[in-house]
Nanobody, 120 residues
Framework: EAQLVESGGGLVQPGGSLRLSCAAS????????MKWVRQAPGKGLEWVSS????????YYADSVRGRFTISRDDATNTVYLQMNSLKTEDTAVYYC?????????????RGQGTQVTVSS
């Protein structure tokens, strides 16, 4: 059974940084496209970033490009999201996900999420 477990969320001031981690198991991680999606309070699911197999190709939503960096470690089945220059509008539950198209919120598997709150 596929499992994705996120960690690293928390409360941070505007302009601060957080690094999210996602430990994957139960499927062949190395051949899976991995994604981060988020859901802000009262809003729908929003695609944030994707990383293809091997980690050479990465995609970002316009709202986070230049501030967030996605990466993966196939040796440990872990995907990361480094978030810098955080804004209040980045406040959301962040979900690690596997599969689906290059961009967008369609996924095959999704974790339980980790809360990120950006507030002064």
């Amino acid at each position: 059974e596929a499992q994705l477990v996120e960690s690293g969320g928390g409360l941070v001031q505007p302009g601060g940084s957080l690094r999210l981690s996602c430990a994957a198991s139960g499927f062949t991680f190395a051949i899976s496209r991995m994604k981060w999606v988020r859901q802000a309070p009262g809003k729908g699911l929003e695609w944030v970033s994707s990383i293809d197999t091997g980690g050479a190709t990465k995609y970002y939503a316009d709202s986070v490009r230049g501030r967030f960096t996605i990466s993966r470690d196939d040796a440990t089945n872990t995907v990361y999201l480094q978030m810098n220059s955080l804004k209040t509008e980045d406040t959301a539950v962040y979900y690690c996900a596997a599969g689906g198209p290059t961009t967008g919120t369609m996924v095959v598997e999704r974790g339980q999420g980790t809360q990120v709150t950006v507030s002064s």
